[in-house]
C-alpha cells in the first residue's frame, strides 16, 4: 500500500466517523504543517492523522516540529499499517489507527488537545476550500 492509498483510507474514515470535511495530503507553503489527512466536524471539531507506511518515516518524525508540538487537531493519530508501530512505541499526544487492509482499528485513542492554534487551522481550512475543484 502506498502513502498516498493509506491518506485516502484515513480520509473515508473520518468521513465514516462524522468529520464532514475531510482532505488528505493538504499541501500549502504558507503553513508551517502539512497534514497527510485533516477533517473537521460540524461542531469545529478537528481530527489530525499523520500516514506513515515505514518504520523509518516513523523515526524520522520524531524530531519534526509539528509532532513535538502541534498547532492543529484536537484529536491527533497515526495511521499505520498493522503492526508497524507498537501501542507502546506512541508518542505522548497522538493515537493509534491501525489498516489491516478492511478496516481501520482505532488501537490507541488520542488525547484531546485543548491548546491549538484556532488560526492556523483557520487558514487551513480557508485554502483548502479555496483550492478545492
Known sequence: MTH????????????????????????NILMHQHPDVIGWSC??????????????????????PHVIS???GKSRYYLVPKGLIKPCEIR???????YDGKRVHKTVDSPEHLKRSVNDECAMLVYALRNRR
Open 92 to 98: 505522548d499526544g497522538w493515537g493509534l489507527l491501525e
Open 43 to 64: 461542531r469545529g471539531v478537528s481530527c489530525l492523522i499523520e500516514v506513515k507506511i515505514s518504520r523509518s518515516d516513523y523515526n524520522r518524525d520524531a524530531k519534526k
Open 70 to 72: 502541534p498547532t492543529v
Open 4 to 27: 498516498c492509498e493509506l491518506c485516502e483510507v484515513g480520509k473515508k474514515w473520518l468521513e465514516r466517523k462524522g468529520y464532514v470535511v475531510a482532505f488528505s495530503e493538504l499541501r
